[in-house]
T-cell receptor
Framework: KAGVTQTPRYLIKTRGQQVTLSCSPI?????VSWYQQTPGQGLQFLFE???????NKGNFPGRFSGRQFSNSRSEMNVSTLELGDSALYLC?????????????FGEGSRLTVL | DQQVKQNSPSLSVQEGRISILNCDYT??????FLWYKKYPAEGPTFLIS?????DKNEDGRFTVFLNKSAKHLSLHIVPSQPGDSAVYFC???????????FGTGTRLKVLA
């Protein structure tokens, strides 16, 4: 069974640009969550989607957005990149509809903003 | 507002001894807790979970204890092995929130 796949794995952007990250969940999983990991901050929750609907959003500015497609694949977009957006962005999928199940994480997309 | 706190950024333990990783939370609505392990350049992997209706859950060398009155949980690893060296995150969720709140992580180093 394929795991959670995130693309691209590494990318470098400059300030002001935008970036789109992609996540393919485990087959059959309908919930997809996104997290930002930075040193000292742990994993910060960005948003969660279930059946193409955003059910919850973390405390991030509107430059961070996401969506989920009918096949459960998800994308997140960051516009007008800032240096502080440099981080590892992790996607996780879950089988169950509510947050009492295991999250399965991808390997992440490492974004560097210069 | 850090609702889930791991106050020890790092921990070193001798191989074969017990590792105890701690986690505190502030939101009394949290009712499900998980521990994840993360190696460099890999995504976090699930270790063990516990529901608020229990105070202990065991899986092999890993045991999680939950003290609801103190809003505290801990992960015990016995015996510790060098392969356990990683960053450990605790996470919490509450019914209907559809999200997990993670702590900042504790880097465990098991010395051979």
């Amino acid at each position: 069974k394929a795991g959670v796949t995130q693309t691209p794995r590494y990318l470098i952007k400059t300030r002001g640009q935008q970036v789109t990250l992609s996540c393919s969940p485990i087959s059959g999983h309908r919930s997809v969550s996104w997290y930002q990991q930075t040193p000292g901050q742990g994993l910060q929750f960005l948003f969660e989607y279930f059946s193409e609907t955003q059910r919850n959003k973390g405390n991030f500015p509107g430059r961070f957005s996401g969506r989920q497609f009918s096949n459960s694949r998800s994308e997140m977009n960051v516009s007008t990149l800032e240096l502080g957006d440099s981080a590892l962005y992790l996607c996780a999928s879950s089988l169950v509809a509510y947050s009492t199940g295991e999250l399965f994480f991808g390997e992440g997309s490492r974004l560097t903003v210069l | 507002d850090q609702q889930v706190k791991q106050n020890s950024p790092s921990l070193s333990v001798q191989e074969g001894r017990i590792s105890i990783l701690n986690c505190d939370y502030t939101n009394s609505m949290f009712d499900y807790f998980l521990w994840y392990k993360k190696y460099p350049a890999e995504g976090p992997t699930f270790l063990i979970s516990i529901s608020s209706i229990k105070d202990k859950n065991e899986d092999g060398r890993f045991t999680v204890f939950l003290n609801k009155s103190a809003k505290h949980l801990s992960l015990h690893i016995v015996p510790s092995q060098p392969g356990d060296s990683a960053v450990y995150f605790c996470a919490a969720s509450g019914a209907g929130t559809y999200k997990y709140i993670f702590g900042t992580g504790t880097r465990l180093k098991v010395l051979a």
